[in-house]
């Protein structure tokens, strides 16, 4: 698991490099447009409400 931190780590380093940014600007845009993507992907949950006991419903 450690490797892949360092591994992963200098990748980005390196593209954040490449890019002309630093690691922190690169990881952060990189987590943004990550969210981005994934609330476009999301289907919102409706709350439809808890179900009406039949007392309730007719006293309404």
């Known amino acids: 698991m450690v490797h892949l931190r360092r591994s992963l780590e200098s990748e980005a380093s390196k593209a954040a490099e490449r890019e002309g940014r630093s690691l ?24 439809r409400g808890a179900p009406m006991e039949e007392d309730a419903a007719e006293r309404a």
């Open 24 to 47: 922190d600007q690169f990881v952060n845009e990189a987590v943004e447009e990550k969210l981005r993507h994934a609330q476009r992907h999301v289907t919102p949950i409706h709350d």
